[in-house]
């Protein structure tokens, strides 16, 4: 047995030089070349090992890929197939039912236009015997027919249209001044755009003046000039209901009494293609609220034409039985006979016992006086319906004169018209000399046909507007003409926006827009602000702090500044004009005095 020596520490020395020792000879292996080839071909050959397992995994991967690649090729045929199929089925089955539709259209049409010749020829036979009887006259058997009739008109065939204007349309003012001036008959260029583009609008328009300033001649001349009609109707001073224009219905005679308004809107009925200006004139000798409030209310429609109610259904309806009563009467009671008119019936007292027979008419009533009587009412529901549809292509005029014989005008008629004032042609002769210039005065007018005047919906109101005419209104009836008593509707800034629309097209191209918001401004203080001008400057305004009459004076500071942009407008002299005639009226400010 070893023994150890006191203090010798055997273990721990061990211990202590085993690691390094350990690393010394693996420092030593590795070393030695043979043992690092060895480890070298173990890695080559682990990483082979390991390559031949990926590409064993890849090529079974790509035999994957293969299969599934057939399958969805497979799948995808048949789903290209079946669609296909069912495409072609789908499409042939469309085709089907689309030539049976097509037959089916064609075979309805076929019998539709056989039916409507035969209805046509029903209807022909009826009127043209009718006719022959006497019972309704050839204008009737027009109507009957639905024959076009037309009044004798300017022949405009050769005119020019509002495409052929060279300039475009901002030339037709021109165009009709010049057209006008060559026939001695004159107005401002400005006027007459304005009154074209109230014209589109389809307003009711006023023309206030002096007598022989030339109010009713423009509505005839423009009339003439665009290849048109007017009807000039004169107001009477006893006019006070609806039916002074419309007339009425005897109920004893079966007939309609038509008075030339209600002539004039039958005409236009009949005659589409032109625009028909119906002028009232002079039409404040009478109140105008009294007898024109029926279509003041109507004018407001826009969607669609408004209708008049003339007289009740169910007297067409008794109309109707009656006179389809005699004619089947006369003939049964003619069957078998050769009558060819109504000479033929009245010879004839075998056709004659049997009608009265038939109707029951005694003795002291004789075929003749019901065949007289029928006429009449035929006449009356044939030329009058019992309601009126408001032609789209009627435009309404008035003219006044305010005088010690007539009456001013309302604000309801002034809420819903467009005044123009007119000057004596003597004071814009010169002015009309200057525009015309050397300019070549043309042979003809511009043909405008009615379609060139559709009855639009006003332009809808958008309270944040950026339009500036509207901003402007808006803006003036808050601060000055409500203070003043005067007071501004939403149906004022449509009408405004719908009129600047218009004349806007008229103006010169390449015009600003602030001077065309100008000019429009301008000729609605005119024609939609000025005329309401009545009340005493004196009195305090609704705003409690200053007069009517200093809100006026601000109120012509404003207009002025706006209508900076247009030096030729005359807004600003009518108000200053409107202001001294107050001065000198004790303050009282009239528009039309």
Known sequence: MNERKPGHKTGAATSTLLPEQRRHDVQKRDADPENQEQKLSASVAEITTAIADKRKELQDLRARIVKVTEKHDQILAEI?????????????????????????????????????????????????????LKLITKEQRATLLGLPQS????????????????????????????????????????LLA???????TGDFIILSGLSGS???????????????????????????????????????????????????LLTAQRDPQRLHIICLDEMNLARIEYYFADFLSALEERDEPPTIALYADEEA???????KLLVDS??????????????????????????????????????????????????GVLKVPSRLRIPTNVRFVGTVNMDATTHYLSPKVLDRAHVLQFQSPLSYWQQVIKEIGDSPLPETGVCIPATEFPREPYPPFAPHTTDAVSQALMQWADRYLEPMGIEIGLRLIRQAAAFRQHLSLLLEAGMSSEACDALVLNQLIKQKLLPRFSFDGKQPS????????????????????????APEADAKD???????????NDGIYNYWA
């Open 80 to 132: 290209k197939a079946e669609a296909s199929s069912i495409r072609e089925q789908e499409t042939e089955q469309l085709r089907r039912e689309l030539v049976e539709i097509r037959n089916s259209y064609d075979e309805t049409l076929r019998r539709l236009a056989n039916q409507s010749q035969q209805l046509t020829d029903s209807v022909q036979n009826q009127a043209d015997r009718l006719f022959e």
């Open 151 to 190: 009044d004798a008109a300017t022949p405009t065939s050769d005119w020019p249209t509002l495409t052929d204007l060279q300039g475009g349309y901002p030339q037709l003012a021109s165009h009709l001044q010049r057209y006008l001036y060559r026939k001695q008959i004159i107005y401002p260029r400005a």
């Open 194 to 200: 304005t009154f074209h583009a109230l014209m589109l």
């Open 214 to 264: 030339g109010k009713t001649m423009l509505v005839k001349s423009y009339a003439k000039a665009t290849g048109n009609v007017a009807h000039i109707i004169p107001v009477k001073p006893n006019w006070t209901s609806a039916e002074d224009l419309i007339g009425y219905y005897n109920p004893l005679q079966r007939s309609y009494l038509t008075p030339p308004f209600l002539d004039a």
């Open 317 to 323: 309806g008794h109309v109707h039985t009656e006179f």
């Open 330 to 379: 006369l003939m049964d009671a003619g069957a078998g006979k050769d009558l060819q008119d109504l000479d033929a019936v009245l010879e004839d007292r075998e056709i004659l016992a049997k009608l009265k027979d038939r109707l029951g008419m005694d003795d002291g009533e004789s075929v003749l006086h019901t065949h007289a009587r029928l006429r009449r009412m035929v006449a």
């Open 542 to 565: 609704r705003l409690g702090t200053l007069t009517v009459a200093a809100l006026v004076s601000q109120f012509q500071e404003d207009v002025a500044d706006r209508l900076k942009a």
């Open 574 to 584: 009518a108000l200053r004009k409107l202001i001294k005639r107050a001065e000198a």
